[in-house]
Every structure is written in C-alpha cells, then in structure tokens.
C-alpha cells in the first residue's frame, strides 16, 4: 500500500512536468510527444532545456530577421 501512495505522488509531479514542457515546446513549432516523453522521463529539468532552447531559437530567428531586413536597404 505504501509504494502504491509513493508511486503515485511520484507520478503526479512527473505528468505535471511532461505536460508544462509538451505546451512550451509545442508553443514554439517543437515535436510534442518527443518533448512530452522527455519531461517525463527528467522532470522539472525539462522545463528549463525547453526555456533555453526557445530562448535561443528566438534570438536565432531575431537575428535572422535583422540580416534580411538590413539586405532589403538599398545602398546609396
């Protein structure tokens, strides 16, 4: 009975976590059930590598941005 109440307080910090990194990483065009399985298998710290990673692609793509938009100017 003990490890039934054990495993299933134990799961249900790792469903929260699986589905707080599926919703980030789904947020930014990001595979679901890849990140969903990697939130559960390393919870909590999967939320952080989501973090990092949309962080990066944002900054990627900002960049992106500003070398199109700055080859779109015509030169004088």
């Given at each position: 009975m003990?490890?039934?109440?054990?495993?299933?307080?134990?799961?249900?910090?790792?469903?929260?976590?699986?589905?707080?990194?599926a919703?980030?990483?789904h947020?930014?065009?990001?595979?679901?059930?890849?990140?969903m399985?990697?939130?559960?298998?390393v919870?909590?710290?999967?939320?952080?590598?989501a973090?990092?990673?949309?962080?990066?692609?944002q900054?990627r793509?900002a960049?992106?941005?500003a070398?199109q938009?700055?080859s779109?100017?015509?030169?004088?």
């Amino acid at each position: 009975m003990y490890f039934l109440d054990l495993a299933g307080w134990l799961l249900l910090p790792c469903l929260l976590s699986a589905l707080i990194t599926a919703y980030i990483a789904h947020m930014n065009d990001r595979s679901l059930w890849r990140w969903m399985l990697f939130g559960l298998c390393v919870p909590f710290l999967a939320i952080f590598v989501a973090m990092i990673v949309t962080y990066q692609d944002q900054k990627r793509q900002a960049a992106k941005d500003a070398d199109q938009a700055g080859s779109e100017r015509p030169s004088v």
